[in-house]
């Protein structure tokens, strides 16, 4: 029997129903959350292959998309073709890269850390008896220099701790990646079928939408798809080469100045570079930190440096390569990576921004709709 659901009686019996039953799941949830953790844990282990593969492809997809429109859009002309030897083509220098990057950048990278550990004893050691003589020439009070040497040796304490993590960090990492080898391998086997048929997987996700939603609601899921891509995709891979670009540049400035831990300090600061806003600042303590162990004079150096350096990719690398791909102000930004990191963490703290963006921009589309049935202007100067 069909239920009419404009009468009151059928809809109030029908909605109790539904409440009844998200009640007792919930219920049942709640009762048996440490089955539920488990059976989230396997749903995750299970997946793991196919969201490590969506990485890859998604970070991938920028060069195959460069190689097919730039490079070989005139050389070929079949599709299949064009896309066989645009997916060879950039696994090829994936490979290359991340080849180069064992091969010259890793060992130099644990030797500089290793060195580190080794010379934070004597740079402590020389450090504590320079405090002591400057002390002494100055005539301070005795219990503010006892006071200075206490502070001193809590700040050493626990620089001490963290570089001396620093190595079995790398340790930890590099196990957590042996452990998921096969999970790796599996992913990058599933980014290459995602990038083969990329499009087929899109019209696959759009033909679902307008099977189970109305044609408008399916436009718009689908407008929010795009949206979300294209403001992920140009501030991802903006960031990415703006990055790399900062880290190379600070290496051989670094290098030019002959400064220590050059290439350390370098892969410090390109990859906290990253993060919008915070990440020169991020990057630049512990990276002053490191320096100013060796030298003193040469971390006020450093920090001279990496603010000029910062100051030109503000003001001229960043927007050049960026541009205007965020669309948000300099406020809605940190509040964005405020917000974002304290919810995810590190990870909320690079994707924050383009995440916010794509809520922000939602928002105003609707607001300057509903102000246009009204017959309001949509302008914000307009209500200033």
Known sequence: MKLDFNKKYNTIAVYSFIVICCSLVFYNILTNINDVKNGLNILTSTLQPFVIGFIIAYILNFIL?????????????????????????????ATFILYLFVLFVLPQLVDSISGLVNDVPSYINNATIMIEEVSKNIDIDEQYVDLVLEKWKEFINLTASIISNLLPLIGALVKTIASSIWNIILGIIISVYMLIEKEKF?????????????????????????????????????????????????????????????????VIVGITNIIPFFGPFIGAVPAFIIIMFASPVKALWFLVII??????????????????????????????????????????????????????????????????????????????
Do not use: C, H
């Open 65 to 93: 998309v460069f190689i097919e429109e730039k490079v070989l859009s005139k050389n070929i002309k079949k599709e299949k073709s064009k896309r066989a030897v645009s997916i060879i083509s950039t696994y090829v220098i």
């Open 202 to 266: 899109i019209g696959l996700g759009k033909k679902i939408f307008y099977a189970i939603l109305s044609k408008k609601n399916a436009e718009i899921v689908i407008n929010l798809g795009r949206r979300t891509n294209d403001t992920f995709g140009k501030f991802l891979s903006g960031k990415i080469i703006d990055s790399a670009i900062i880290g190379v540049l600070t290496f051989v400035i670094l290098t030019i100045v002959k400064m220590p831990y050059t290439l350390l300090v370098s």
């Open 307 to 384: 603010l000029i350096i910062q100051q030109l990719d503000g003001n001229v690398i960043g927007p050049k390569i960026l541009g205007d791909s965020i669309g948000i102000s300099a406020f809605w930004i940190l509040f964005s990576i405020l917000v974002a990191g304290k919810l995810l963490g590190l990870v909320g703290m690079i994707i924050g921004v383009p995440l916010f963006a794509v809520l922000y921009s939602v928002i105003k589309d609707i607001a300057e709709i509903r102000l246009k049935e009204k017959g309001l202007p949509t302008e914000t100067k307009d209500y200033m």
